[in-house]
């Protein structure tokens, strides 16, 4: 497929031996990366050439893309205020949907401020790169999301790394670091590859007691933990101490965007100088409006919770009980570590045979170079459905 001697010299070269790696992950015609859904047929099941697959592999937590209020709330957004807002937050992109998401969010968080970006991947590099400048250090946790390292990247500020999920290491880095500058430590509530949970309220007191801020990405966990669904930081009562709260529209929430909430007012301020925040188009009417539908929804509903939760636990049991080791302890996210990349492409085309879509992720995308099957449960799913799953991996060789 690569024409090594058509790119030489040209900015393709690089991507020769990714193009192989590529061909030799492509088996039975399916590519893993990028699949072509044909047509969805609900929240978890969609058509594929002239196949019907069960969706187990969305971030679709609480299934609410079909949901008729979100459905309702886009489709009344797109009559009132059209397609798209042609501008940024700062210029004309600014309309009334994204004034009240933002106030929405403030209210459901009890937050001080609240900005809305056009995906969560930029409100964390609006955010994070924007509030860690010169001088400043950004104390991530290794196993961070793509868009936390990018916006380290982006700011001006010094980033260190400490072990995944390790407060004992935080509190080492953080004793070692000069008086002078300000300190953020950036975290995750829950981890989209392997579903682990972090330790936020040890983080909070290991930041807050060497005068560091505390920043946690609750993208996957919105909706799904805490009793009002507020994520971790709430599921394990430190939500009032958390200094940063960012999310993402597009898992639970059922729509596109990002945010970012605080407890301190002063957050307000980045929306004059965040580039990513400002040279961007802002989240469409539809999404904005499908957002605020949804969080109405998850801040109101706890049934769709209990449902998501009834499924993870059965889904857990039922793939242990199948010889599986799950990476975590039950969650959303369920993670199977296979020998390596090879093996694991051939298992999900296997899965795929018998009509079950999970993610296949490989590395650089997981950590410890990991090749996983991953799967997200969904509260629209049915008891038949985790059979269905079950079912379709106990074919599957127990190799680990
Ligand atoms: C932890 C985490 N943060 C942020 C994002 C970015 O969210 P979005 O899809 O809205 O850009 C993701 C997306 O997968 C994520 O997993």
């Given amino acids: 497929m690569f024409d090594t001697e058509a790119n030489k010299n040209t900015v393709f070269a690089k991507f020769q031996k990714l193009a192989e790696r590529v061909d030799t992950l492509r088996v039975s015609g399916r590519t893993p990366f990028g699949m072509r859904f044909d047509e969805m047929l609900s929240q978890t099941r969609a058509r594929v050439g002239n196949a019907e697959v069960l969706l187990a592999g969305t971030n679709n937590y609480l299934g609410l893309t079909y949901n008729p209020d979100v459905m309702d709330a886009a489709k009344q957004a797109i009559d009132t205020y059209g397609t798209a807002t042609t501008g940024s937050r700062l210029a004309n992109g600014t309309y009334s949907l994204h004034l009240d998401l933002e106030e929405d969010l403030k209210e459901y968080f009890g937050a001080a401020s609240a900005i809305v970006c056009t995906t969560g991947y930029q409100a964390n590099l609006a955010a994070l790169s924007t509030l860690a400048g010169r001088g400043d250090h950004l104390l991530i946790d290794a196993d961070s999301h793509a868009c936390i390292y990018d916006a380290c990247r982006l700011s001006d500020a010094e980033t260190i790394r400490f072990r995944h999920n390790s407060p004992e290491d935080l509190d080492k880095r953080l004793t070692r670091l000069p008086a002078e500058g300000a ?218």
């Fill in 183 to 400: 300190r953020l430590v950036v975290i995750e509530g829950l981890y989209s590859m392997l579903g682990d949970v972090a330790p936020v309220a040890e983080f909070v007191e290991v930041a807050h007691a060497h005068g560091a801020m505390i920043f946690v990405d609750e993208a996957h966990s919105i909706g799904c933990y805490g009793e009002n669904g507020r994520g971790v930081s709430q599921a394990q009562g430190v939500l009032d101490k958390v200094d940063f709260i960012s999310g993402t529209f597009s898992k639970s929430f059922a729509s596109i965007g990002g945010f970012c909430v605080s407890r301190h007012e002063a957050l307000e301020l980045i929306r004059l100088v965040s580039r990513p925040y400002l040279f961007t188009a802002s989240g469409s009417p539809a999404n904005m409006a499908a957002a605020r539908a949804s969080l109405k929804i998850i801040a109101a509903d706890t049934s769709l919770r209990k449902e998501l939760w009834d499924r993870v636990y059965q889904l857990h049991t039922g793939l242990s009980d199948a010889g599986f080791t799950i990476s975590s302890p039950p969650g959303p996210i369920m993670a199977i570590s296979r020998p390596d990349e090879h093996v694991a492409v051939a298992e999900w085309n296997q899965l795929m045979d018998q009509g079950v879509y999970v993610n296949l992720a490989v590395p650089p995308a997981t950590p410890q170079a990991k090749s996983l099957l991953r799967l997200s449960v969904s509260a629209a799913h049915t008891e038949a459905d985790m059979n269905q799953i079950i079912a379709a991996f106990r074919t599957l060789p127990k190799t680990a």
